[in-house]
């Protein structure tokens, strides 16, 4: 289940609220049997469509239901919902680290094979607190929510020479929205509004989406919007579940990071 992370504290007070919309992904596998598959696939789906935002929020949203339906379907109806919950986190953290996985239900077993990864070109559209950020570089599409595991400093471009904007202690709970493409640094904020860079060692992925999914944030103030160049991230992956009473079930399919840290994903 995905769970919504606290804001780090350095944070709280100099970040406005922001509109959230869509689902953080947690009902995906609320329904199961003959429905499990299209009803998982198409939340997931609508999840990741609806973060592609904007105006056309709705008819993203709408899209990528359609898509994640078919995705679903073929797997999801065999499974339960404990299994189905089990799949689904399996095939997450093989999106998120680049490794394959294996799990193990009640009823079935399965993992999650990275057969492939590719980049591609994209552009982002981030919304920038001003009086924090100095320099913003070109972005990898690195993005999730993270945990800081050792005291940092979050400083207002990517490199030591950049002036301290704030520290984070051990144990805070942050966003990332990208990775500066020299791999050194990460962009990191709450709220949808990036604040500063931090290194990545200091830093754990949650292999969850942002804390907020799909947020808009609106210019106010010293936060303003830049679209980027940046590099996306895509996998293809191969599901194989086997279940305990025989038979198995395999299906691949291609997913692509979105600037919140969810995937959109097609069958291959």
């Known amino acids: ?23 953080d992904g947690s009902n995906e596998c609320t329904a199961h049997k003959t429905t499990t598959g299209a009803v998982v696939g198409l939340l997931l789906g609508a999840l990741i469509g609806g973060l592609a935002g904007g105006k056309n929020a709705a008819q993203n949203a709408l899209i990528g239901g359609l898509a994640g339906a078919s995705v679903g379907g073929l797997i999801g109806n065999s499974l339960d919902r404990e299994d189905c919950e089990r799949y ?5 953290d093989a999106l998120y680290s680049g490794q394959s ?3 193990e239900g009640t009823k079935a077993t399965g993992e999650t094979q ?9 552009t982002l559209d981030v919304a920038v607190d001003e009086s924090k ?13 993270y945990s800081v595991i050792s005291d940092t ?4 471009g990517p490199e030591d020479k950049y002036r301290p904007v704030t520290a984070l202690g051990k144990g805070d709970k942050i966003d990332v929205f990208g990775q500066a493409k020299d791999g050194k640094w990460y962009l990191v904020g709450v ?15 949650e292999r969850k989406p942002v804390s907020r999914a799909a947020v808009v944030v609106a210019e106010a103030g010293t936060i303003k919007h830049r679209k980027l160049a940046a590099t996306g991230i895509c996998r293809t992956t191969q599901q194989t579940v086997s279940m305990r009473s025989g038979g198995d079930q395999r299906e691949v399919t291609r997913s692509c990071m979105n600037p919140d840290g969810t995937w959109t994903t097609q069958k291959v």
Not at 10 to 18: L, M, N, R, V
Not at 114 to 122: D, G, W
Not at 153 to 156: E, L, Q, T
Not at 191 to 205: D, E, I, Y
């Open 1 to 23: 289940m995905l769970i919504s992370a606290q804001t780090s504290p350095a944070f709280a007070q100099d970040t406005p609220e922001a509109t959230q919309q869509g689902d």
């Open 88 to 92: 689904r986190q399996s095939r997450l």
């Open 101 to 103: 996985t294996r799990w």
């Open 114 to 122: 990275v057969l492939s990864e590719e980049n591609q070109a994209t």
């Open 133 to 145: 950020i100095e320099v913003m570089p070109d972005l990898i599409m690195v993005a999730g929510n």
């Open 153 to 156: 400093i979050v400083r207002s």
């Open 191 to 205: 709220n949808g509004v990036s604040k500063g860079f931090v290194p990545p060692s200091a830093l754990q992925s």
